[in-house]
């Protein structure tokens, strides 16, 4: 697979704390990758590192197959950026702030507009910023990212402070864009409701470390049902399964069984009973993405 | 790429009063003139001073002062800019250089000095033809000593922009601005190693471009110094 952002043991440091700590992303080609990570887990830190902005404490970049150190200002022309609340010139009308980054860039000015568009915000074009509403400045900072048609997009929590229908909107966008312009998108978020809609693949980061990186697929099936057995004798009934070659989660007071075929449940119920294990409850689990995201960030922090 | 980022730091100066001060600076320098030529000008003709020679030497006078009070006023204004709103995280994650950054902000403050010391040429010009002084124009001299004055104050913009572009607190800058804007004023009383004497013009052997040289040499070095600190820190 092709990967657009590739970090190796990305870590960086606060003094003691380590913000982040050995984080090894990979955002694959043309696909929406969601960030996920309660407040505080290193989100922004990372993608500040990304755009080298703050630099590592150990570990190194990729961006488009390109060491980030050594061809900065080559991989930022391909790259836009949102990065925690938007930064904005609040004394310059709309299409001035975005004129001061369209010079730098130098794509034609017709490109303002456009991006203006996209957002819907044509209207106050020439408003200066001072008076906008929250929601409005954070079109505006995702206006800017899009200036030069990035390859990749970074945003950072970009739904912050929009109400639902303007969530809604920021969510069809990024679908679009990944579609129309396959554009590689990383989207940071601390609600995984946010993402788990649009992004093909998920980072899951807790506490600086990287807990899980998959297709939001896998993500789902571990979160699928599970069957619980509570038994008389677990480690007896613990080895009776492995010398039967049968599949199963054991710890000290259950047992979990991740298929769920009818048949391989009657099949291990059957073969405990006949070895004389007294089966006292088969519970089935039903646990939602959310909650399997709430497990994983819950179960790094120690709660 | 220097050349975008300073039409850029140009726009964003755009309705900051930046340019209204610029004005402002040069023309109070001489306003003060008009008020003492205005109440003193009798005085000036008993004395026999008169003259082109002293003219100048009362304007240049209180030009320190009032440049250090610009650089102050200015370098704060420009990094008030990007740390408003943070846009700093904006700027440097676009395709430039973070030391192109710097020298686009320092370069932008100089050119607005320069327009300040031409303008401050012009209107003391323009006074003292208006009283109608004893002897020649000495144009080389004036503008000699307004741009005298500018070069001996480098020094103090590299510090005062270093200061506030790495400064969170803005009341750093400030403070140690007011300290300056004092010990301009004192700058008489003054060793001559302290870098706001300099722009007084004045020093024990009596030779200014001994200043303007100090000013050049040091001011690129602070300049340096400043922007590799930039350079090195992590933005926020
Ligand atoms: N400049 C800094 N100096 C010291 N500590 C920092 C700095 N920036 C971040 N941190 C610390 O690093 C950790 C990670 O912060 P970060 O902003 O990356 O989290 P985040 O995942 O973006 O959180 P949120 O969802 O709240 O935005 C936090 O504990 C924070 O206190
Ligand atoms: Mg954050």
């Given at each position: 697979m092709e990967y657009i952002v590739e970090t190796n043991k990305l870590t960086k440091r606060f003094g003691k704390e380590y913000a982040v700590e050995a984080v090894d992303l990979r955002i694959p080609k043309g696909e929406i990758y969601g960030f996920l990570g309660p407040n505080g887990a290193g989100k922004t830190t990372t993608i500040r590192m990304l755009l080298g902005l703050m630099e590592p404490t150990l570990g190194n970049i990729k961006v488009f197959g390109k060491?980030?150190?050594?061809?900065?200002?080559?991989?930022?022309?391909?790259?836009?950026?949102?990065?925690?609340?938007?930064?904005?010139?609040?004394?310059?009308?709309?299409?001035?702030?975005?004129?001061?980054?369209?010079?730098?860039?130098?794509?034609?000015?017709?490109?303002?507009?456009?991006?203006?568009?996209?957002?819907?915000?044509?209207?106050?074009?020439?408003?200066?910023?001072?008076?906008?509403?929250?929601?409005?400045?954070?079109?505006?900072?995702?206006?800017?990212?899009?200036?030069?048609?990035?390859?990749?997009?970074?945003?950072?929590?970009?739904?912050?402070?929009?109400?639902?229908?303007?969530?809604?909107?920021?969510?069809?966008?990024?679908?679009?864009?990944?579609?129309?312009?396959?554009?590689?998108?990383?989207?940071?978020?601390?609600?995984?409701?946010?993402?788990?809609?649009?992004?093909?693949?998920?980072?899951?980061?807790?506490?600086?470390?990287?807990?899980f990186q998959d297709t939001i697929d896998v993500m789902r099936r571990q979160s699928q049902k599970k069957i619980s057995l509570k038994v008389n004798d677990y480690e007896r009934a613990n080895r009776i399964l492995i010398s039967n070659g049968m599949k199963a989660d054991f710890s000290i007071d259950s047992i979990t069984l991740p298929e769920h075929h009818d048949e391989d449940i009657a099949n291990i119920v059957r073969v405990l009973v006949e070895n004389n294990i007294s089966v006292y409850r088969i519970e089935e689990e039903k646990r939602s993405l959310e909650s399997t995201f709430l497990q994983m960030t819950a179960e790094e922090r120690g709660l | 790429m220097i050349g975008k980022l300073i039409r850029t730091d140009f726009m964003k100066i755009r309705r900051k009063g930046i340019w209204f001060l610029t004005v402002l600076g040069p023309f109070g320098v001489v306003a003060l003139q008009m008020v003492n030529y205005g109440l003193r000008k009798d005085w000036f003709i008993q004395q026999d001073i008169y003259s082109w020679f002293y003219y100048i030497r009362n304007v240049i006078a209180f030009t320190p002062f009032a440049l250090i009070l610009g650089i102050v006023i200015l370098t704060s204004f420009m990094a008030s800019i990007e740390n408003e709103t943070n846009a700093w995280k904006q700027?440097?994650?676009?395709?430039?250089?973070?030391?192109?950054?710097?020298?686009?902000?320092?370069?932008?403050?100089?050119?607005?000095?320069?327009?300040?010391?031409?303008?401050?040429?012009?209107?003391?010009?323009?006074?003292?033809?208006?009283?109608?002084?004893?002897?020649?124009?000495p144009y080389l001299d004036l503008i000699k000593y307004c741009f005298y004055t500018f070069f001996a104050s480098l020094p103090v913009l590299g510090l005062q922009l270093w200061v506030a572009l790495v400064s969170k607190n803005q009341g750093i800058p400030i403070t140690l601005g007011i300290f300056g804007v004092i010990l301009s004023y004192m700058a008489y009383f003054l060793p001559d190693w302290l870098i706001w004497k300099w722009p007084s013009l004045d020093n024990q052997w009596d030779e200014p471009i001994i200043n303007v040289c100090l000013g050049l040499a040091v001011g690129l070095a602070i300049y340096l110094v400043g922007m590799i600190d930039f350079m090195r820190r992590d933005v926020k």
């Open positions: 060491d980030l150190k050594r061809e900065r200002i080559g991989i930022l022309k391909k790259v836009g950026s949102l990065v925690e609340n938007p930064s904005y010139y609040p004394h310059l009308t709309a299409y001035e702030n975005l004129e001061t980054i369209r010079k730098i860039y130098g794509v034609p000015k017709k490109r303002i507009a456009d991006v203006l568009e996209i957002v819907r915000l044509s209207e106050v074009t020439n408003k200066k910023v001072k008076g906008f509403s929250l929601g409005m400045k954070q079109r505006l900072g995702i206006a800017s990212s899009l200036l030069n048609k990035p390859e990749l997009l970074i945003l950072d929590e970009p739904t912050n402070g929009l109400d639902p229908s303007g969530i809604i909107e920021i969510r069809n966008l990024i679908k679009r864009l990944s579609k129309e312009e396959g554009m590689t998108i990383l989207i940071s978020s601390h609600l995984l409701s946010e993402i788990d809609q649009i992004a093909d693949h998920v980072g899951v980061i807790s506490k600086g470390k990287m807990i | 700027v440097i994650a676009l395709p430039v250089t973070k030391w192109g950054v710097y020298l686009s902000k320092y370069t932008t403050l100089a050119i607005l000095l320069v327009v300040s010391t031409c303008l401050l040429t012009l209107f003391s010009l323009g006074f003292g033809m208006f009283l109608g002084l004893d002897g020649g124009i």
